[in-house]
């Protein structure tokens, strides 16, 4: 059965946080050539994501900083968004928390439980979690835990905390994981993983049900997909639903993975992360209406699963460009 023709979607009043990663940059660049106002914010003035065309743009205390809760209020009593999207996923305890007074203020959002948001920002706690619930994802351990590890494949040395592929290491024996671990802040170590890279950009209705965008992930630089292509598998596409249901997941996630080679399980998870992933346009450029389904289910309108399938064989070609090359403007900037 095909999707009826969509109706005009209203425009929205937006903040979207986080626009100097490629994920925020790209989705702000996306709703704002498709007529939603957009405000969008990062903790770096250098981010490339403030001075793309078309969106206002202000810089904003990290997620970390005392000041990042009173600078988000001041920012929000001068716009006054009809919602907010983040894109920075360690700030969403703090959004957790204010989720009542957002709520008050009529600003919608669309957040997961305290207890999801813990488990995607800790990767110790993501290992247990997807465990207990029998899906397979690489034996992870502490640097006292080496010894439970196996070194025939290879390990990977990596924070605990954070994302994308800063700090990681990989090497060939418990011996080198173990100096290595010396020079990571918090570190956990995993058995590594052959195979074919994947994630999956999913997106996850207020009831639960999920819809999932394979791509290989063909060429990886920096952690960011520079090549990708879709595809279809059905046995990642359970274990990725299996896995969203199994934490708790709500709204856009990135999951990953691996379609494995010389391992157990055909298929590996090896981590999700609560927001829209940097491959994200390759979904809609395979059909799936990926960021007005978004919308959707975040103004409480229902998500139309069907126009989340998508096409095989599409790919996705990023690459490195000028965005500017004029003085930059102060470092808070905006034309509300």
């Not at 690489?138 to 494949?153: F, V």
């Not at 990953?256 to 391992?263: L, R």
Request: glycine share 10%; net charge neutral; aromatic share 4%.
């Amino acid at each position: 059965m095909t999707a009826p023709p969509c109706p005009a979607a209203p425009r929205r009043r937006l903040l979207l946080t986080g626009v100097g990663g490629a994920p925020g940059l790209d989705l702000a660049a996306r709703l704002a050539c498709t007529g939603h106002t957009v405000l969008g914010t990062d903790s770096n003035p250098l981010a490339p994501g403030l001075i793309i065309p078309g969106i206002s743009s202000r810089t904003v205390a990290r997620a970390d900083s005392p000041a990042y809760k009173d600078e988000l209020r001041t920012l929000l009593g001068e716009f006054r968004p009809e919602a907010i999207i983040s894109g920075v996923e360690r700030e969403l305890p703090l959004l957790i928390e204010m989720r009542d007074e957002l709520d008050a203020a009529g600003i919608r959002t669309w957040l997961p439980p305290a207890r999801t948001a813990a488990v995607t920002l800790d990767k110790a706690l993501f290992h247990e979690a997807v465990t207990a619930a029998g899906i397979p994802t690489p034996r992870t351990g502490g640097p006292g835990d080496l010894h439970t590890l196996p070194e025939d494949g290879g390990l990977v040395v990596k924070p605990r905390r954070g994302q994308g592929s800063k700090d990681v290491h990989f090497c060939a024996t418990r011996r080198q994981a173990a100096v290595l671990c010396e020079l990571v802040e918090d570190p956990i170590v995993q058995e590594r993983i052959g195979g074919q890279e994947f994630s999956a950009d999913c997106l996850v209705d207020r009831d639960g049900v999920a819809s999932v965008v394979l791509r290989h992930r063909l060429l990886v630089s920096g952690g960011m997909s520079m090549v990708a292509a879709t595809f279809h598998h059905e046995q990642a596409t359970r274990l990725v639903k299996a896995t969203l249901a199994a934490i708790g997941a709500t709204g856009p996630c990135d999951v990953q993975g691996f379609i494995t080679i010389a391992h157990p399980h055909p298929v590996v998870i090896t981590e999700v992360n609560h927001r829209l992933a940097a491959g994200f346009r390759l979904a809609e450029a395979a059909g799936a209406d990926l960021v007005d389904q978004i919308l959707n289910g975040l103004f409480g309108l229902p998500v139309d699963h069907r126009r989340l399938a998508y096409r095989p064989g599409v790919h996705l070609t990023k690459y490195v460009a000028e965005l500017s090359t004029q003085t930059r403007p102060e470092p808070v900037r905006s034309h509300l």
